[in-house]
């Protein structure tokens, strides 16, 4: 049984576990701030190099998708950000945070965990009859001219929380919830470091296709779905993903959609 005391984030920690080359080095950890992805992009902007991590054990504000707030309390979950400087124009970042959400899902079922991903990149693992929200990923990227001058990638991961607020309390779990054991965040975090620095090597070699494969292999696909395409909301079947990222809706009329951004709603 893991005491939360026991359970330290800090840059000792995690380098008694890491077992990467660059990915996740260096590390700077702060007990509280406002949004990882933000310290991390400050970094960037200094000329931080490829690689660097920054983990907070709380955020004040930390951010969700399409303007949401991403409940970050103090000590039980990762709330982590992650610096890339891919050698890209901005049209990779949607295939590049399909490949960061198959990386994830592929950490997450190793742990023993069934875990699927919902287009773009929710993560749900099964937890009573249902499969609830257990993590997200929030890529913000900065450019110069046509090209990317990094990307921040920023993942949060509900580990050993137990309590969510009212609205999050039918929709999120944690993999404390869904497994009925405490999970060590330092073995988590070092764990996913592992599967995404080769995966990201290799979609820096090979580009977007290899992004696509594993996210298929994780994802609810062939299920009923909802999707809004144009401000017209579709009903159908989620068939795949595009190199680009699109997610593809046939709808009930045969037509074939392609969905760039938004949500999902799955039946
Ligand atoms: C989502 O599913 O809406 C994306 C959630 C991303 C949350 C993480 S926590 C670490 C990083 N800092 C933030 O403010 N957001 C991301």
Not at 60 to 75: C, D, E, K, L, V
Not at 111 to 120: E, H, I, M, Q, S
Not at 131 to 139: D, E, H, S, Y
Not at 171 to 189: H, I, Y
Request: glycine share 10%; with cysteine; net charge neutral.
């Amino acid at each position: 049984m893991m005491e939360p005391d026991q359970d330290r984030l800090d840059p000792e920690a995690l380098a008694a576990e890491l077992g990467t080359t660059w990915l996740g080095r260096p590390h700077a950890h702060v007990g509280s701030c406002p949004s990882t992805n933000d310290l991390a992009a400050a970094e960037a902007r200094r000329g931080a190099s490829e690689g660097l991590l920054v983990t907070a054990d709380a955020q004040t504000a930390g951010r969700g998708r399409q303007g949401r707030i991403w409940h970050s309390p103090a000590g039980t979950n990762l709330y982590f950000s992650l610096l890339l400087r891919p050698r890209a124009t901005a049209t990779h970042i949607p295939p590049l945070t399909l490949l960061v959400g198959g990386a994830l899902a592929e950490a997450i079922a190793s742990l023993g965990f069934d875990v699927r991903v919902k287009w773009p990149n929710d993560l749900l693992v099964a937890a009573g009859h249902r499969r609830r929200k257990v993590a997200g990923i929030l890529t913000e990227a900065s450019t110069e001219g046509a090209r990317l001058a990094h990307v921040i990638v920023g993942i949060g991961i509900n580990v050993n929380g137990v309590g969510f607020p009212a609205e999050l309390a039918d929709k999120a779990t944690s993999l404390r919830l869904a497994g009925g054991e405490p999970l060590s965040r330092v073995a988590v975090l070092s764990r996913i470091l592992a599967v995404l620095e080769p995966a990201y090597e290799h979609f820096a070699e090979r580009g977007p296709a290899v992004a696509i494969s594993t996210w298929e292999s994780y994802a609810d696909l062939g299920r009923r779905c909802r999707v809004v395409v144009e401000g017209r909301e579709v009903e159908g079947v989620s068939e795949g993903v595009d190199p680009d990222g699109a997610l593809r809706v046939r709808s009930d009329d045969g037509r074939r959609h392609r969905v760039i951004s938004g949500e999902v709603a799955t039946r």
